[in-house]
Protein backbone atom coordinates (compact mmCIF):
# COMPACT_ATOMS: atom_id res chain seq x y z
CA UNK A 1 0.00 0.00 0.00
CA UNK A 2 2.75 2.38 0.87
CA UNK A 3 4.60 1.93 -2.81
CA UNK A 4 1.08 2.46 -4.24
CA UNK A 5 0.78 6.09 -2.55
CA UNK A 6 4.14 6.53 -3.12
CA UNK A 7 3.56 5.65 -6.70
CA UNK A 8 0.57 8.26 -6.85
CA UNK A 9 2.25 11.14 -5.86
CA UNK A 10 5.31 10.66 -7.99
CA UNK A 11 2.43 10.12 -11.21
CA UNK A 12 0.40 13.45 -9.03
CA UNK A 13 3.47 15.46 -9.51
CA UNK A 14 5.20 14.75 -12.72
CA UNK A 15 1.82 14.85 -14.35
CA UNK A 16 1.19 18.35 -12.61
CA UNK A 17 5.02 19.27 -13.68
CA UNK A 18 4.12 18.38 -17.25
CA UNK A 19 0.63 20.54 -16.83
CA UNK A 20 3.28 23.39 -15.58
CA UNK A 21 5.54 23.07 -18.54
CA UNK A 22 2.83 22.80 -20.99
CA UNK A 23 1.25 26.19 -19.86
CA UNK A 24 4.35 27.84 -19.65
CA UNK A 25 5.49 26.82 -23.27
CA UNK A 26 1.84 27.64 -24.50
CA UNK A 27 2.51 31.55 -22.73
CA UNK A 28 6.01 31.65 -24.68
CA UNK A 29 4.65 30.74 -27.88
CA UNK A 30 2.03 33.69 -27.85
CA UNK A 31 2.74 36.03 -30.59
CA UNK A 32 4.87 39.30 -29.54
CA UNK A 33 4.35 42.53 -31.83
CA UNK A 34 6.47 45.55 -31.19
CA UNK A 35 5.02 48.80 -32.07
CA UNK A 36 8.42 51.92 -32.07
CA UNK A 37 6.96 55.31 -32.40
CA UNK A 38 9.16 58.30 -32.91
CA UNK A 39 9.84 59.07 -29.47
CA UNK A 40 8.24 58.17 -26.22
CA UNK A 41 6.85 60.02 -23.45
CA UNK A 42 4.27 62.54 -25.50
CA UNK A 43 0.71 62.10 -24.63
CA UNK A 44 0.14 61.46 -27.97
CA UNK A 45 2.01 58.51 -28.14
CA UNK A 46 0.61 57.79 -24.59
CA UNK A 47 -2.53 57.47 -25.90
CA UNK A 48 -1.14 55.33 -28.93
CA UNK A 49 -0.17 52.53 -26.21
CA UNK A 50 -3.71 52.41 -24.49
CA UNK A 51 -4.76 50.86 -28.36
CA UNK A 52 -2.23 48.52 -29.11
CA UNK A 53 -2.94 47.43 -25.34
CA UNK A 54 -6.32 46.77 -25.65
CA UNK A 55 -5.38 45.52 -29.10
CA UNK A 56 -3.07 42.52 -27.56
CA UNK A 57 -5.46 41.99 -24.84
CA UNK A 58 -8.98 41.23 -27.04
CA UNK A 59 -6.26 38.94 -29.19
CA UNK A 60 -4.54 37.11 -26.93
CA UNK A 61 -0.95 38.42 -27.49
CA UNK A 62 1.99 39.93 -25.94
CA UNK A 63 3.28 43.11 -27.29
CA UNK A 64 6.29 45.98 -26.50
CA UNK A 65 5.61 49.98 -26.58
CA UNK A 66 9.16 50.88 -27.23
CA UNK A 67 10.77 54.09 -28.98
CA UNK A 68 13.62 56.66 -28.21
CA UNK A 69 12.55 59.55 -25.45
CA UNK A 70 13.08 61.89 -28.13
CA UNK A 71 13.11 61.83 -31.80
CA UNK A 72 16.07 59.92 -32.85
CA UNK A 73 16.35 58.01 -36.08
CA UNK A 74 19.74 56.18 -35.53
CA UNK A 75 18.38 55.05 -31.38
CA UNK A 76 14.78 54.22 -32.85
CA UNK A 77 16.35 52.23 -35.96
CA UNK A 78 18.78 50.42 -33.17
CA UNK A 79 15.28 50.07 -31.20
CA UNK A 80 14.00 48.07 -34.07
CA UNK A 81 17.59 46.39 -34.68
CA UNK A 82 16.91 45.03 -31.62
CA UNK A 83 12.90 43.45 -32.06
CA UNK A 84 14.06 41.99 -34.95
CA UNK A 85 17.06 40.25 -33.46
CA UNK A 86 14.44 38.99 -30.92
CA UNK A 87 12.12 37.65 -33.93
CA UNK A 88 9.26 39.41 -32.89
CA UNK A 89 5.95 38.21 -34.99
CA UNK A 90 5.49 41.53 -36.40
CA UNK A 91 6.67 45.10 -36.37
CA UNK A 92 4.44 48.29 -36.45
CA UNK A 93 6.50 51.51 -36.76
CA UNK A 94 5.98 55.45 -37.64
CA UNK A 95 8.97 57.07 -38.58
CA UNK A 96 10.51 60.47 -40.33
CA UNK A 97 13.35 60.44 -42.12
CA UNK A 98 12.17 57.88 -44.71
CA UNK A 99 15.44 57.27 -46.32
CA UNK A 100 17.71 56.37 -43.48
CA UNK A 101 14.63 53.12 -43.58
CA UNK A 102 14.48 51.96 -46.88
CA UNK A 103 17.16 49.14 -46.14
CA UNK A 104 16.27 47.78 -43.08
CA UNK A 105 12.63 47.62 -43.71
CA UNK A 106 13.07 45.95 -46.99
CA UNK A 107 15.63 43.47 -45.43
CA UNK A 108 13.67 42.26 -42.73
CA UNK A 109 10.64 41.69 -44.68
CA UNK A 110 12.22 39.89 -47.14
CA UNK A 111 15.45 38.14 -45.24
CA UNK A 112 14.16 38.19 -41.83
CA UNK A 113 10.75 37.06 -42.56
CA UNK A 114 8.96 39.68 -40.24
CA UNK A 115 6.06 41.44 -41.00
CA UNK A 116 6.18 45.64 -41.12
CA UNK A 117 3.20 47.92 -40.87
CA UNK A 118 2.76 51.35 -39.82
CA UNK A 119 0.59 53.63 -37.66
CA UNK A 120 0.23 57.52 -37.78
CA UNK A 121 2.66 58.63 -41.15
CA UNK A 122 4.08 55.67 -41.65
CA UNK A 123 6.93 55.12 -44.04
CA UNK A 124 6.40 57.04 -46.36
CA UNK A 125 6.31 55.43 -49.46
CA UNK A 126 7.95 52.24 -48.10
CA UNK A 127 5.56 49.36 -49.52
CA UNK A 128 3.96 48.88 -45.80
CA UNK A 129 -0.01 49.12 -44.86
CA UNK A 130 -0.07 52.08 -42.45
CA UNK A 131 -3.24 52.32 -39.84
CA UNK A 132 -3.58 56.61 -39.38
CA UNK A 133 -6.55 58.89 -39.83
CA UNK A 134 -8.05 61.84 -41.08
CA UNK A 135 -8.48 60.48 -44.74
CA UNK A 136 -8.96 64.11 -46.39
CA UNK A 137 -12.18 63.38 -48.97
CA UNK A 138 -13.96 61.49 -45.80
CA UNK A 139 -13.20 64.11 -43.01
CA UNK A 140 -13.66 66.89 -45.34
CA UNK A 141 -17.28 65.34 -46.03
CA UNK A 142 -18.10 65.09 -42.32
CA UNK A 143 -16.66 68.71 -41.86
CA UNK A 144 -19.22 69.82 -44.26
CA UNK A 145 -21.64 67.95 -43.76
CA UNK A 146 -21.50 68.66 -39.53
CA UNK A 147 -21.26 72.43 -40.41
CA UNK A 148 -23.98 72.72 -42.78
CA UNK A 149 -26.60 70.83 -40.02
CA UNK A 150 -25.46 73.08 -37.66
CA UNK A 151 -26.30 76.40 -39.60
CA UNK A 152 -29.53 74.86 -40.43
CA UNK A 153 -28.10 74.61 -44.20
CA UNK A 154 -28.08 78.24 -45.00
CA UNK A 155 -25.77 81.39 -44.36
CA UNK A 156 -22.63 82.41 -45.16
CA UNK A 157 -19.13 80.34 -44.28
CA UNK A 158 -15.82 80.66 -44.35
CA UNK A 159 -12.92 77.97 -45.51
CA UNK A 160 -9.67 78.11 -43.38
CA UNK A 161 -6.94 76.27 -45.06
CA UNK A 162 -2.93 76.11 -44.46
CA UNK A 163 -0.85 76.34 -47.60
CA UNK A 164 -2.87 76.61 -50.44
CA UNK A 165 0.22 74.61 -51.86
CA UNK A 166 -0.59 71.93 -50.13
CA UNK A 167 -1.98 68.87 -52.25
CA UNK A 168 -3.13 67.05 -48.79
CA UNK A 169 -4.75 70.30 -47.53
CA UNK A 170 -6.21 70.82 -51.27
CA UNK A 171 -7.87 67.59 -51.15
CA UNK A 172 -9.53 68.18 -47.62
CA UNK A 173 -10.69 71.55 -48.81
CA UNK A 174 -12.21 70.66 -52.16
CA UNK A 175 -14.70 67.78 -50.02
CA UNK A 176 -15.54 70.40 -48.23
CA UNK A 177 -16.81 72.68 -50.79
CA UNK A 178 -18.19 69.61 -52.50
CA UNK A 179 -19.85 69.08 -49.46
CA UNK A 180 -21.12 72.86 -49.16
CA UNK A 181 -22.47 73.01 -52.61
CA UNK A 182 -24.83 70.45 -52.55
CA UNK A 183 -26.67 73.44 -50.32
CA UNK A 184 -27.92 76.11 -52.52
CA UNK A 185 -28.94 78.47 -49.63
CA UNK A 186 -24.71 78.39 -48.15
CA UNK A 187 -22.66 80.90 -49.03
CA UNK A 188 -18.53 80.16 -49.15
CA UNK A 189 -17.07 83.81 -48.76
CA UNK A 190 -13.71 82.54 -49.78
CA UNK A 191 -10.99 80.29 -48.85
CA UNK A 192 -8.27 81.88 -46.34
CA UNK A 193 -4.73 80.39 -46.26
CA UNK A 194 -2.91 80.66 -43.01
CA UNK A 195 -0.10 78.87 -43.60
CA UNK A 196 -1.51 76.95 -40.33
CA UNK A 197 0.03 79.24 -38.12
CA UNK A 198 -2.23 80.10 -35.14
CA UNK A 199 -1.61 84.13 -34.53
CA UNK A 200 -2.46 84.28 -38.66
CA UNK A 201 -5.23 82.33 -38.75
CA UNK A 202 -7.08 84.33 -35.69
CA UNK A 203 -5.95 87.31 -37.02
CA UNK A 204 -7.63 86.21 -39.79
CA UNK A 205 -10.39 85.06 -38.35
CA UNK A 206 -11.06 88.55 -36.80
CA UNK A 207 -10.79 90.07 -39.80
CA UNK A 208 -13.44 87.85 -41.56
CA UNK A 209 -16.26 88.34 -38.36
CA UNK A 210 -15.52 92.20 -38.62
CA UNK A 211 -16.30 91.77 -42.67
CA UNK A 212 -19.03 89.80 -42.56
CA UNK A 213 -20.93 89.82 -38.85
CA UNK A 214 -23.56 87.82 -40.40
CA UNK A 215 -20.75 84.80 -41.14
CA UNK A 216 -22.82 81.95 -39.67
CA UNK A 217 -19.50 79.56 -39.79
CA UNK A 218 -16.00 78.24 -39.84
CA UNK A 219 -14.58 74.99 -41.54
CA UNK A 220 -11.01 74.40 -41.11
CA UNK A 221 -8.80 72.08 -43.00
CA UNK A 222 -5.80 72.75 -40.30
CA UNK A 223 -5.72 71.77 -36.88
CA UNK A 224 -4.98 75.83 -35.64
CA UNK A 225 -8.35 77.14 -37.51
CA UNK A 226 -10.70 75.43 -35.25
CA UNK A 227 -9.04 76.93 -32.03
CA UNK A 228 -8.30 79.99 -33.91
CA UNK A 229 -11.75 80.80 -34.47
CA UNK A 230 -13.10 80.02 -31.43
CA UNK A 231 -10.16 82.78 -29.96
CA UNK A 232 -12.02 85.36 -32.86
CA UNK A 233 -15.76 84.26 -31.95
CA UNK A 234 -15.46 84.79 -28.17
CA UNK A 235 -13.37 87.90 -28.65
CA UNK A 236 -16.37 89.23 -30.91
CA UNK A 237 -18.68 88.37 -28.10
CA UNK A 238 -20.35 85.60 -30.53
CA UNK A 239 -19.50 82.44 -28.73
CA UNK A 240 -22.11 79.93 -29.82
CA UNK A 241 -23.30 81.63 -32.45
CA UNK A 242 -20.98 81.08 -35.38
CA UNK A 243 -20.56 77.44 -35.69
CA UNK A 244 -16.78 76.03 -35.95
CA UNK A 245 -16.06 72.73 -37.62
CA UNK A 246 -12.83 70.80 -38.44
CA UNK A 247 -9.99 68.69 -38.14
CA UNK A 248 -8.93 69.37 -34.49
CA UNK A 249 -6.78 68.92 -30.84
CA UNK A 250 -7.81 67.97 -27.42
CA UNK A 251 -6.28 70.10 -24.97
CA UNK A 252 -6.31 73.82 -27.03
CA UNK A 253 -10.28 73.20 -27.46
CA UNK A 254 -11.01 71.58 -24.41
CA UNK A 255 -12.50 74.83 -22.91
CA UNK A 256 -14.30 75.64 -26.13
CA UNK A 257 -15.48 72.08 -26.83
CA UNK A 258 -16.87 72.09 -22.71
CA UNK A 259 -18.42 75.48 -23.28
CA UNK A 260 -20.53 74.22 -26.44
CA UNK A 261 -19.42 76.76 -28.73
CA UNK A 262 -17.37 73.92 -30.71
CA UNK A 263 -19.40 71.46 -31.57
CA UNK A 264 -17.27 70.30 -34.87
CA UNK A 265 -13.55 69.26 -33.70
CA UNK A 266 -13.11 66.32 -35.13
CA UNK A 267 -10.05 64.67 -33.70
CA UNK A 268 -7.72 61.23 -34.49
CA UNK A 269 -7.91 59.05 -31.33
CA UNK A 270 -3.88 57.76 -31.36
CA UNK A 271 -5.36 54.61 -29.40
CA UNK A 272 -7.71 53.50 -32.24
CA UNK A 273 -5.05 53.84 -34.77
CA UNK A 274 -2.49 51.64 -33.05
CA UNK A 275 -5.61 49.58 -32.01
CA UNK A 276 -6.13 49.42 -35.93
CA UNK A 277 -2.88 48.82 -36.47
CA UNK A 278 -2.24 45.75 -34.59
CA UNK A 279 -5.74 44.43 -35.77
CA UNK A 280 -4.37 44.69 -39.55
CA UNK A 281 -0.85 42.71 -38.14
CA UNK A 282 -2.77 39.73 -36.58
CA UNK A 283 -4.86 39.29 -39.03
CA UNK A 284 -2.01 39.72 -41.75
CA UNK A 285 -0.21 36.76 -39.79
CA UNK A 286 -3.19 34.75 -38.93
CA UNK A 287 -5.29 34.92 -41.82
CA UNK A 288 -2.62 33.71 -44.80
CA UNK A 289 -1.45 37.21 -45.57
CA UNK A 290 -4.87 38.79 -45.69
CA UNK A 291 -5.11 42.44 -46.19
CA UNK A 292 -7.58 44.94 -45.20
CA UNK A 293 -10.55 45.46 -47.76
CA UNK A 294 -13.02 48.84 -48.15
CA UNK A 295 -15.79 48.36 -45.90
CA UNK A 296 -14.59 45.64 -43.22
CA UNK A 297 -15.15 46.49 -39.59
CA UNK A 298 -12.20 46.15 -36.99
CA UNK A 299 -14.25 46.56 -33.62
CA UNK A 300 -13.33 49.56 -31.19
CA UNK A 301 -11.90 51.12 -34.25
CA UNK A 302 -14.80 50.51 -35.91
CA UNK A 303 -15.14 51.03 -40.18
CA UNK A 304 -12.12 53.00 -41.40
CA UNK A 305 -11.55 54.28 -44.70
CA UNK A 306 -9.74 51.78 -46.55
CA UNK A 307 -7.76 52.31 -49.97
CA UNK A 308 -5.81 49.51 -50.97
CA UNK A 309 -3.64 51.67 -53.86
CA UNK A 310 -2.33 53.39 -51.14
CA UNK A 311 -2.11 50.76 -48.54
CA UNK A 312 -3.89 52.86 -45.57
CA UNK A 313 -6.67 52.20 -43.76
CA UNK A 314 -7.82 55.31 -42.03
CA UNK A 315 -9.75 55.09 -39.10
CA UNK A 316 -12.92 57.07 -38.44
CA UNK A 317 -12.91 60.98 -37.48
CA UNK A 318 -13.87 61.32 -33.36
CA UNK A 319 -16.06 64.12 -32.67
CA UNK A 320 -14.94 65.78 -29.29
CA UNK A 321 -17.37 66.14 -26.64
CA UNK A 322 -17.78 67.65 -22.96
CA UNK A 323 -17.56 64.14 -22.23
CA UNK A 324 -14.41 62.84 -24.04
CA UNK A 325 -12.31 65.67 -24.48
CA UNK A 326 -10.20 65.47 -21.11
CA UNK A 327 -8.80 61.85 -22.72
CA UNK A 328 -6.78 63.78 -25.70
CA UNK A 329 -4.22 65.97 -23.49
CA UNK A 330 -2.49 67.11 -26.67
Known sequence: MKKILIFALVFIF???????????????????????????????????????????????????????????????????????????????????????????VKDTMENKGIPIFGFDIGAGDLPIWTASGWEQVQSGINIGEGLAKEIGYKGKVAILTGSLGSPFLAERQKSIEKTLAKYPDIEVIGVFPTEDDYEKALSICESILQANPDLKGFASTVTTGVPAAAKAVENAGLG???????????????????????????????????????????????????????????????????????????????????????????
Not at 59 to 78: M, R, S, W
Request: proline fraction near 7%; hydrophobic fraction near 45%; include cysteine.
Open 240 to 330: GKVAIWGVALGKQNAEYVKKGWVKGALILDPAKMTYLAVRIAYDYITKDGKLPQPGESYGWAGTPITIPEKRFSYVPDTPLTPENVDQFDF
Open 14 to 104: AATMVFAAGGKKEAEEKMTFAIIPMFVGHPWFVRCELGAKRAAEELGINYVFIGPEKADTAKQLDIFNDQVNKGVDAIILAVSEMKAWERP
